[in-house]
């Protein structure tokens, strides 16, 4: 990434963060990102519960699952804090 590029994510990443939290009952937001093999990136954010029993690596190693309604369901409180694109 250059300066702008690294700036304008930094700023999403806060953004996203924040609306993640808001709509969901995450405590946490957790931020993988990979840059493997091909020069290009990835990005997951995980929100992980209030009361999910696993913190940190624990939890990111951990399988994550939702069923689709539980998807759409979260997806749609997001974008609906994010409002228009």
């Known amino acids: 990434m250059d300066d702008a590029e690294a700036a304008a994510f930094g700023r999403l990443l806060r953004r996203l963060d924040t609306v ?16 493997d093999r091909v020069q290009h990136f990835h ?17 990111l190693a ?14 749609r409180a997001i974008a609906q804090q994010l409002g228009p694109a």
């Not at 808001?22 to 840059?35: F, I, K, M, N, P």
């Open 43 to 59: 990005a997951w954010l995980y929100p992980r519960p209030v009361d999910h029993a696993l913190r940190g690596t624990d939890f």
């Open 62 to 75: 951990a399988p994550q699952r939702s069923d689709q309604a539980q998807a759409q369901d979260a997806a």
């Open 20 to 35: 993640m939290r808001a709509s969901t009952d995450a405590e946490r937001v957790h931020l993988v990102s990979t840059r």
